[in-house]
């Protein structure tokens, strides 16, 4: 413990179970000395175990619906009233395909569908960025991450149209960096992360073989949920105060190596 995140203030979407990302950031944030709410969808929260998370921090539980203005807006002005303050921390953990889901080929799927991904997996970046910039949220030299994967340069078969939605997700957050760090001074980033197996993650077809493969490749091995955490902590405290727009790789160096023979 470095106390990092000593009398900051957050809001961290996306955490269902021991297994996500967003989870294990919490408790890495809470070790750091932040206060924060939680929020994940209506649904999400009946089905996962995050009120045990919260127990854990000492905070509470906001349902929210990401892809609603209005489910924002009234998530941030609960969280400013329960924290006490501006915001100093976002994290957005936040990605659902219903083609991934229902293993639909990229080159049949269901448009209805692909336009959810969309709005869940990415647009709702841009919805949660814009509630907090309107609301005057962000204190300044705040921090909003944002997880990503390599997919969004890259093509992986099985990651369908999750990995247009990635590639959206990544220029949300250099265009809203722009105006984000104009005003506020607040950075703006995306952490492409390694395979990880999360509850959501083990939905994507070929996920398992994917992650042997990336730890065989990676000089470093894959990162974990927990490495994960670490790095966000990182981006959310005063350390990277100059650091905005930027996709953040943190894969354990996989996303630099070519064809290579693995030992």
């Not at 900051?8 to 996500?20: P, V």
């Not at 506020?184 to 993650?201: D, E, F, I, M, Y």
Request: one cysteine or more; proline letters at 2%.
């Amino acid at each position: 413990m470095y106390n990092l995140l000593k009398g900051k203030r957050g809001i961290i979407f996306g955490a269902l179970n021991e297994q996500s990302i967003a989870w294990r950031t919490a408790l890495r944030a809470k070790e750091e000395g932040a206060e924060f709410v939680l929020t994940n969808t209506p649904v999400s929260i009946r089905l996962g175990t995050i009120n045990s998370l919260a127990e854990q921090c000492g905070t509470i539980v906001i349902p929210a619906d990401a892809t609603s203005v209005e489910d924002l807006e009234h998530l941030v002005s609960e969280a400013m009233k329960h924290l006490g303050g501006k915001i100093d921390f976002v994290l957005h953990a936040v990605g659902m395909s219903p083609n991934v889901r229902k293993n639909i080929p990229y080159e049949d799927i269901d448009y209805n569908n692909f336009f959810k991904t969309m709005d869940i997996s990415a647009i709702s970046f841009h919805k949660l960025m814009q509630t907090l910039y309107k609301m005057d949220a962000m204190a300044e030299y705040g921090s909003i991450v944002a997880l990503s994967y390599i997919a969004a340069q890259r093509t992986f078969v099985g990651y369908g149209d999750m990995a247009d939605a990635k590639a959206m997700l990544e220029s949300i957050a250099r265009s809203f960096g722009v105006a984000f760090g104009r005003k506020c001074k607040v950075r703006v980033n995306t952490v492409s992360q390694s395979p990880t197996l999360t509850s959501a993650g083990q939905g994507i077809a070929g996920l398992k073989d994917l992650y042997v493969q990336t730890e065989r490749v990676s000089p470093l091995g894959n990162a974990s949920a927990d490495d994960c955490a670490d790095y966000v902590v990182t981006l959310f405290s005063d350390l990277t105060r100059k650091v905005t727009m930027q996709n953040l790789y943190h894969d354990g160096g996989f996303s630099s190596m070519g064809a290579t023979l693995c030992e």
